[in-house]
Structure formats: C-alpha cells, structure tokens
C-alpha cells in the first residue's frame, strides 16, 4: 500500500492501519486502489538528490580544495540527474 499517495490523493484520510485508511472521525475511507497505484510523487526527485549529495563535511572540502566553482559542479551533477520533473 502506497501510504504517501493515500494521503495525496485523498486528503480527508487521517490515519492507516492494518491496509486501510480512516478519516478524522475514524470512519473508514473508500479508496481507488487504481489510482494509488498509478500515482507518481511530484517530489520524488528530492528524495533521489537527497540521497546522492555529498555530506556537508565533503561539500566543504571540495569548496575548500576545488573552490565554488568545483563545488557548483558536483551539486549540478547531481540535479542534472534528477531534474524536478
């Protein structure tokens, strides 16, 4: 079960349990399964660069070593390869 286009797409669901979703009142909520699972996150992107940007400690050590310049380019690289779609 996709929980995070549950609660995009229906955004009267409050809470899930147990392969279901239920709204503020606890009242169960129909849901178009289909449609879940066709959905795309808009901002899956940010997960993936996330991931792949060097940490902060190395991020410093190329502007240190390289300056801003070689600096931009790793960050570039990397939204390069997942661009905001």
């Known amino acids: 079960m996709n ?3 549950i609660y995009a797409l229906y955004p ?14 606890g009242n169960e909520v129909a849901i178009d399964m289909a449609t879940v699972n066709v959905w ?3 901002e899956a992107y940010k997960d993936k660069r996330r ?3 060097p940490s902060i400690p ?15 380019a790793t960050i570039q ?9």
């Open 3 to 5: 929980i995070k286009a």
């Open 12 to 25: 009267q669901v409050k809470s899930t349990r147990e392969g279901k979703a239920y709204d503020i009142d």
């Open 40 to 42: 795309v996150d808009p």
């Open 51 to 53: 991931a792949e940007y």
């Open 58 to 72: 190395d991020q410093l050590d190329t502007l240190y070593h390289g300056g801003y310049d070689a600096w931009k």
């Open 77 to 85: 690289a990397v939204k390069a390869k997942y661009p905001k779609e």
